[in-house]
């Protein structure tokens, strides 16, 4: 019997007189293979350790561990109330964990002291779950807070670099830079809310469902937006989201969560061949 | 019976541990709103624009409030008075009320069912909506962004507020003084002012009622200010939890001015009255 898929017209390389060469390259697999597992720990950038966190009696997290690496994109998958949110909220230190650790570029952010989360903080860009523009501001003056924050940059530059990210986002900047959030759509809302996000340009993004309530071609939209991001800013992402279509398209890992704990973390492959009856059951 | 009882004590213990670790919030808020109020950075442009909301748009119904204090003030007094003939001391009695008492405590309690409950509302809001969350995670305390302009606007306009009420509540007591009494306005203010002067002055033309009735507006505004952050920052359970928190502001505020009125009146007699 033949190995060669059937049909294919090339004709098999016999491997006998490289012999030597496939064996170095083996070797030079195994090493990689090998080297392969302390790699990540020195590159993950968002980092969980074994984290444990309880809302009084409510226990919601049961020992969460997840890494993240530069220009990786993982995605949180979970059925509603299952602590994804709280999971980005202990990253950014709004929440501080029971046990365990969460470290943020190598620190532990339960040890760092007030100045220094504040501008641990100025590292990452977080689009909230209900975007969280702030009302009694218009889209320019939200999309300009961490500008006006945390830089001196002038006016004009400010105003420059708002126009720049609306229209990173898809958004027309003369149309929408003197609305107030209320009179926006929910789309467009989530759309100002990753502008706002990224206008400092973080290293560390974090979206809570940037997806939900949107329809399927906006919401493709602000995947390919996501995309885009890691793309050319090379970013790190976390990303919440119930769309399983999304997170195929989008993320480099995904993490699904249940009784608060990960119960499947892998490729996003790895996760439509996986055989575990809920993982199965959440893609179906 | 005895598991009723047991259960019933734990939940008067539960009760007063809510009640101790709210108070303890309350102060460790205080606390950090008073340390923030003297460092940088300042939020002028929403200093003035709390002063606005608080002070210039609550001038309509402080206004009001002191106009109909004054009036039925001096017409209650006017039925006494008249069996006795003492009509002219009218302006006494309504500046002296006026000055010491009603004019702080009605304009705080006016103030804080509207600015005080705009303010557990407003912040509230931005709680549930995950905006005080989106602030600090910009890097900002929301302590210094939301409570401090509203603070200082607040011990900044309710004296203010307060001095309007006491004149608008003096002209109002003229009203019914020269309309219903057939007082001269003359008599009336000279009555007005033999009160004001009778507890004395400070530097010989700052009345001491005045003081009084200054030093108590400063201390509502602080307690109304504080005390509407406070709810309005713990704010949780969506829309509904907004509305909890508002009322919950304007009722412990209103208690608060009331039970702090009383001592402050007390301290203020032990010094200044010999
Ligand atoms: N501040 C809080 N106080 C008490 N319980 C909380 C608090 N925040 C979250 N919880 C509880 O923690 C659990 C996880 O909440 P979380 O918001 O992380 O869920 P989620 O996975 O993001 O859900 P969804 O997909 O609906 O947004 C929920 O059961 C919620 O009731
Ligand atoms: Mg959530």
Not at chain 1, 65 to 78: D, K, S
Not at chain 2, 154 to 165: D, Q, S, W, Y
Request: include cysteine; proline fraction near 4%.
């Amino acid at each position: 019997m033949n190995d060669q898929p059937i049909g294919s017209g090339e004709p098999v390389e016999p491997n006998a007189p490289d012999e030597a060469l496939a064996d170095e390259v083996r070797a030079e697999l195994r090493r990689s293979l090998e080297a392969e597992p302390a790699e990540p720990k020195k590159s993950e950038i968002v980092e969980l350790r074994d984290v444990w966190l309880s809302f009084g009696a409510h226990q919601v997290l049961n020992g969460i561990t997840l890494g993240v690496a530069r220009g990786e994109t993982v995605c949180i998958l979970g059925g509603s109330g299952v602590g994804k949110s709280t999971v980005l909220r202990l990253i950014l230190r709004l929440l501080l964990p029971d046990q365990g650790e969460v470290m943020v570029e190598g620190r532990d952010i339960s040890a760092v002291s007030y100045v220094d989360v504040l501008q641990l903080r100025e590292r990452m860009g977080m689009v909230f779950q209900g975007s969280a523009l702030f009302d009694s501001l218009n889209v320019h003056d939200n999309v300009a807070f961490p500008l006006v924050e945390h830089t001196d940059m002038p006016d004009d530059a400010i105003f420059d670099r708002v126009r720049e990210v609306l229209s990173f986002v898809d958004l027309v900047p003369e149309d929408v830079l003197s609305l107030l959030p209320a009179e926006l759509s929910g789309g467009m809302r989530k759309r100002v809310a990753i502008a706002r996000a990224i206008v400092h340009e973080p290293p560390i993004l974090l979206f809570d469902e940037p997806t939900s309530g949107l329809d399927p071609i906006t919401t493709r939209t602000i995947d390919e937006l996501i995309l885009k991001l890691r793309s050319e800013l090379s970013v790190c992402a976390v990303v919440v989201t119930h769309n399983v279509r999304s997170a195929a398209r989008i993320a480099t890992e995904t993490a699904l969560i249940k009784d608060g704990q990960i119960i499947f973390n892998g490729s996003p492959e790895e996760m439509f061949a996986c055989e575990d009856p809920y993982v199965r059951s959440f893609l179906s | 019976m005895a598991s009723a009882r047991r259960s019933a004590a734990r939940l008067t213990r539960n009760a007063f541990f809510g009640i101790a670790l709210s108070v303890q919030e309350y102060f460790a808020l205080v606390a950090r709103l008073l340390k923030s109020c003297v460092s940088r950075p300042f939020y002028r442009r929403d200093i003035v624009q709390q002063m606005d909301t608080i002070g210039v748009q609550s001038l309509f119904i402080v206004v009001l409030t002191g106009l109909f204090t004054g009036m039925v003030l001096a017409l209650q007094s006017a039925v006494e008075m008249e069996r006795f003939g003492a009509t002219i001391y009218i302006g006494r009695l309504v500046g002296a009320s006026t000055v010491r008492e009603l004019g702080p405590v009605l304009t705080a309690l006016m103030v804080t069912g509207r600015a005080g409950a705009g303010m557990a509302a407003a912040i509230g809001a931005m709680k549930v909506t995950e905006q005080v969350d989106a602030l600090r995670t910009m890097g900002v305390d929301p302590v210094r962004r939301l409570v401090v302009p509203r603070f200082l606007a607040a011990i900044i306009m309710l004296p203010v507020l307060t001095i309007v009420a006491d004149l608008v509540a003096i002209f109002g007591g003229l009203l019914i003084a020269v309309v219903k009494l057939d007082l001269t306005t003359e008599l009336y203010m000279r009555s007005v002012y033999e009160t004001l002067a009778q507890s004395g002055f400070i530097l010989k033309f700052i009345p001491i009622d005045l003081i009084q009735g200054l030093a108590k507006p400063l201390a509502f505004g602080a307690i109304m200010a504080a005390t509407s952050c406070f709810y309005g920052l713990r704010t949780s359970g969506g829309t509904e939890g907004v509305g909890r928190a508002t009322t919950q502001a304007v009722v412990t505020t209103s208690i608060l001015v009331l039970a702090v009125d009383y001592f402050l009146t007390q301290i203020l007699i032990v010094m200044f009255v010999q």
